[in-house]
């Protein structure tokens, strides 16, 4: 997909442009016919949708209903795409799961789509969420109805996936909401600060620490798995990285050689090996190393800096940065080593570059007269786009389907304290994500399990 087009044909569904006059559709956009969403750099009028009350049914239900209704609605609403039609304007009632839809209640007060779905409590601590989606103006469900099932506690994961499965059949692109996000929580001063891994949802939902704030952590890296976790640490005094397994708590290091120190670490899109960087007596080349063997490969062999490798997701490559030209710019080379070819081509200095999980792009930082921005190219360098711009940002990361950009910024005045954005990838819809407290290197995982 082209940077900053989103394509896909809905059946009467229309997203109106900056040029449009009203949120009333016209009669000519109400007609039956396929119509196509172009989500450009330009001001998109949300897409007007509603979501009835969710059917509750068993002890507690009435409670979870509603929350699981607000997350719905929260992750569409986020990503900018949608706007919520409040309950209060609500014509339709839905007072079964299975009833007919009165189309022509929702229609009046302009829902292009609607949302209609069921909660059942059962014994044991079980929860049961079902769905459904309807494109109002064709009067008709948008697919089948979804039903997810599992313990209680996790309703969250159920509403996201619910989120997912409405976002995805409304813009045609992966899901994302059913995610989590590693990052490095910061306390205390900046000359004393205390930074600790965490792990938190998507949308900052239930943070949690994964160290205890006695040594400097910096840089989480999530396996291909979602289940292991690289980060580097200075516990021994010098930067090492460690493979923490987030199911049973057991880490380990994976480079502890004399006189040598590592760092930037990255997996493999298969999860087998990692490239990292690695510096001996005042040079940093990048390795590679096999975590079954433990066998380590130079891949770079220059006098320069080079680090920040991130992999294509075929396997077949690997994007970094390096010095060797004096400044600071983005390389591309075969992932078993050789060759490497310059792609970044503007001006001022750039860094910690990540392929997109599509393949088609790469998001890096740059800085540039005395500002730092969050960037994204195609994989030849063409193409440049800026998405944001400021005192100082850094450290991209992807979401699953590749719509978004989660970054670390820094402004001026809050001592030093960073927190955790997100950007959409046309450079619309910039958020602060909610944190704990101060908040760094975001690494968004890949869709949960």
Known sequence: MTPGRLSRLLSGWLVLLATALSGVLPAAAQERRPLRIEITEGVIEPLPFAIAPFIAKGQGADKLAEDIVAVVTADLVGTGLF????????IGRVTAFDSPVRFADWQAINAQALVTGAVTVVSGGRLAVEFRLFDVFAGRPLGDGLRFSGRASGWRRMAHKVADAVYSRITGEGPYFDSRVAFIAESGPKNARVKRLAIMDYDGANPRFLTDGRDLVLAPRFAPDGERILYTSYETGRPRIYLLDLGTGRRRALDDQPG????????????????????????????????ATGRRTRLTAAPSIETAPSYSPDGKWIVFESDRTGTQQLYVMPAAGG?????????????????SPQG????????????????????????????????????????????????????PGANGAAAIYSVDLTGRNLR??????????PAWSPLLR
């Open 432 to 441: 602060r994500v909610p944190t704990p407290g101060a908040a760094s290197d």
């Open 339 to 355: 060759d490497p070819r310059r792609i970044s081509r503007g001006s001022g200095r750039y860094a910690t570059p990540v392929w």
């Open 260 to 291: 040598t120190m590592t760092f930037a670490p990255r997996f493999s899109p298969d999860g087998r090996k990692v490239a990292f960087s690695l510096e001996r007596a005042g040079n940093t080349d990048i390795y590679e190393m096999d975590l």
């Open 360 to 411: 088609d792009h790469i998001a890096f930082t740059k800085q540039s007269r005395g500002r730092f921005h969050i960037g994204v190219m195609r994989t030849d360098g063409s193409e440049e786009r800026l998405l944001t711009s400021s005192f100082l940002d850094e450290g991209p990361t992807w979401s699953p389907n590749g719509r978004v950009v989660m970054f670390t910024r820094e402004t």
């Open 83 to 90: 706007r919520e039609i409040p309950r209060s304007a609500h």
